[in-house]
């Protein structure tokens, strides 16, 4: 199963995504969680320590890899059952393997486009078995996805928090997830702090489109200042427990 | 005077954007508002309705006119005092003149590097009176820039939120604005709630980097729901206008 994440910035999209890493790796037995988004910080979120975190070789240097064992030209399938080469880019951590994209630029280097074209080619590459998943964390502009990848992408989860901002950017997520054939798409609302606001989303989307609401936690707010916060366990994880479990039903009721 | 407006997403750049513009379209004749974040709203923070904002022409579809009027080749020097082609871009409103960068794309279609080159260009070229001023906000990313239109920024501000994440990223866009050759660079700390949190900030920058305080405002969270909400106004705008003044001598102390 291949979930992505997407939506606004500061909504708490890591966040999330590092909850559900862990919420499957407590049922299955391999989670690729993939950071996508040169803004955020999924290593830290799923509990690597910064100086662990920055020893991890970037996936887009794998390119250069598998150009040399396989002598240029397209990219061959990744299995990572035959194939160990995949693991010197996975930071392993229980059944989570951890890998990020890119490096961050150097000032009035490139864009992101080699970081994103490689992402396609990866994400279409993977051959997962019934007991692996990959959650991608990716940034609210996914108009770079090929419609090849996208076809991979099982559900889209976009996170939205209680302001018109966010669900703007998560209608223009959705219009550009169908632009690309993907028809599972999902929200997730987080930061929820009254019944208000909860009613404000619900009128916002489709009946069934709101897969699940996080309260606002106060203790995720004052752990950002810590220097190896677990923002995504405690409360949260539990909460994505029911999540899970509405993300499975959904993926394999298709 | 050129200002650029970076930071992660979340933190509350383009309130702190249309906050400043706003303060500026006081004391100044105009003050050219630019949306560079495709992620950002911009229009809405400065009070533009959002069935107006949808018919702004986005600025890189000028560049074809440029072309057509130039003959191709290279950009010319856009002086608005010269030439109106440039106000069929902006929205008008008082003394702001509002301009956004490109269209949100459609899935599958390609990045934002036309539209960044774009941006490159525009900015080298605007030549500016002294009652004049841009205010420019971008994402976090900012390694698209180049280095001549680097030299044209006179101040990047960097919006952080008490949290280690808003804090990292602020370093890196922090390292690439160097890389850019950009000295003058400054903070702006957002959503304070106490004095923990001022203090987690101060020990996290250089003395006299940290340009402002601006408190936690749960009218502005809560606004987040209207249609069309007026964040950058009220207290808002009030503590901004001592920001400004900083900004002044920061820069006319060049």
């Given at each position: 199963m291949k979930l992505a994440i997407s939506g606004k910035g500061g909504v708490g999209k890591t966040t999330i995504a590092a909850a559900l890493v862990k919420s499957f790796a407590e049922t299955h037995q391999t989670v690729y969680a993939i950071d996508?988004?040169?803004?955020?910080?999924l290593a830290a979120a799923v509990g690597i320590p910064g100086d662990e975190a920055a020893n991890i070789k970037p996936v887009v240097e794998m390119r250069d890899k598998i150009r040399a064992v396989s002598g240029g030209g397209a990219f061959y399938v990744l299995n990572p059952k035959l194939d160990d080469s995949i693991d010197d880019y996975c930071h392993a951590r229980g059944n989570i393997r951890f890998m990020r994209m890119g490096d961050v630029k150097k000032g009035g280097s490139e864009c992101y486009c080699r970081e994103n074209t490689f992402l396609s080619a990866l994400l279409s590459s993977l051959l997962l078995d019934k007991d692996e998943v990959v959650v991608m964390d990716m940034g609210?502009?996914?108009?770079?996805?090929?419609r090849g990848t996208a076809r991979g992408v099982d559900l889209m989860l976009v996170v939205v928090e209680p302001s018109r901002n966010s669900i703007n950017t998560a209608r223009n997520v959705m219009s550009m997830a169908q632009d690309l054939g993907i028809n599972n798409i999902k929200i997730i609302a987080n930061k929820i702090r009254s019944d208000k606001e909860k009613e404000f989303i619900e009128k916002s989307?489709?009946?069934?489109?709101?897969?699940g609401f996080l309260a606002f936690n106060n203790t995720i707010w004052e752990s950002g200042?810590?220097?190896?916060?677990?923002?995504?366990?405690g409360e949260l994880l539990v909460g994505m427990r029911e999540v899970r479990e509405k993300i499975l039903r959904e993926v394999g009721g298709q």
């Open positions: 996508a988004d040169p803004d955020a910080c609210a502009g996914i108009e770079h996805l090929s989307f489709q009946p069934g489109e709101v897969l200042m810590e220097p190896d916060s677990n923002a995504a366990g």
